[in-house]
């Protein structure tokens, strides 16, 4: 059964270590993201930051289609981490 | 051999972006991007228009050398980078990038970006890169801080647009600092075969 909220108690397998890894990108304490975040507004993505999420999305995931997608044709202001992580790494 | 065939054949090639020197009936086409839409205020002209040869003279003036951006997807054309005002006594030169799509995040750019200083490293023996942004354009880069580069100069209320002063920020690549950041990295951004 899908959970209502992500990041809660029954958050999907392995977002919670995604969440982890958007942390690192940023060099920030984990506890300031969470899979609600947004990844522009208020993690302050840059083209940087989706070079390395792209990458990660990549190597660890096999996800080849978030890079052109957000070149492209992604509402980048309305990506959250969580969203992210349904869509490419899940 | 095209022109991106032969770029991708000398070794400017990505996985999902590539290099190629500027073409010769592109300035025009590149005049009218910089003097136009959001890149003429926020780009190098800062709002100004010079004439075409005017133009064209300061583009070329102690360029060492420039490549287009291109997409490997559909070789759309997504930004421009420049090397230029090199010291090779000193070791060190100045960095341009531009995007030529200004309202959106521009990783692939980046990643252009990236085969480029991995290209300037590779034939000089600079030590150092710098790159020149102005604080209205600097949280597109503001995640490589300490990373990437460092912020070695800021020249306060440098720049004036939208009816406010910005900081100048001149950022420093070190060749020291680009090797382990381009190690991480060089496996999914250059063509398979390569790097």
Redesign the interface.
């Known amino acids: 059964m899908r959970p209502e909220t992500l990041g809660g108690p029954e958050a999907p397998e392995g977002l919670d270590r995604f969440t982890a890894e958007i942390a690192e990108?940023?060099?920030v304490d984990p506890a300031e993201v969470s899979p609600e975040s947004r990844l522009?507004d208020d993690l302050?993505?840059?083209?940087?930051?989706?070079?390395?999420l792209?990458?990660l999305l990549?190597?660890r995931y096999a996800s080849q289609n978030f890079?052109?997608a957000?070149?492209d044709e992604l509402d980048?202001r309305a990506l959250t981490v969580g969203s992210v992580f349904e869509g490419y790494a899940s | 051999m095209d022109a991106e065939a032969a770029a991708r054949g000398n070794g400017l090639g990505g996985r999902e972006v590539y290099l190629r020197a500027v073409l010769p009936g592109e300035y025009e086409d590149l005049y009218l991007r910089e003097t136009s839409g959001d890149l003429a205020r926020r780009g190098g002209l800062e709002g100004t228009t010079p004439a075409f040869e005017d133009w064209l003279k300061q583009r070329s003036a102690g360029s060492l050398a420039r490549f287009v951006v291109l997409a490997v997807r559909g070789h759309r054309r997504l930004g421009l980078v420049t090397l230029f005002n090199a010291d090779m006594r000193n070791g060190h030169a100045h960095l341009a990038v531009s995007s030529f799509d200004a309202t959106r995040p521009s990783p692939l750019v980046m990643m252009g970006c990236g085969l480029f200083i991995e290209y300037a490293f590779s034939c000089w023996p600079f030590h150092k890169l710098y790159l020149d942004v102005a604080g209205y354009n600097i949280e597109r880069f503001s995640s490589g801080q300490g990373k990437l580069f460092e912020t070695e100069g800021r020249l306060k209320d440098h720049h004036y647009l939208e009816g406010r002063r910005w900081d100048h920020h001149i950022l420093a690549v070190s060749r020291d600092r680009w090797r382990p950041y381009w190690g991480r990295y060089a496996s999914a951004v250059v063509a398979e075969g390569r790097g």
């Open positions: 990108i940023l060099d522009v302050d993505f840059d083209s940087l930051a989706f070079v390395e792209s990458i990549m190597e890079l052109a957000v070149s980048v």
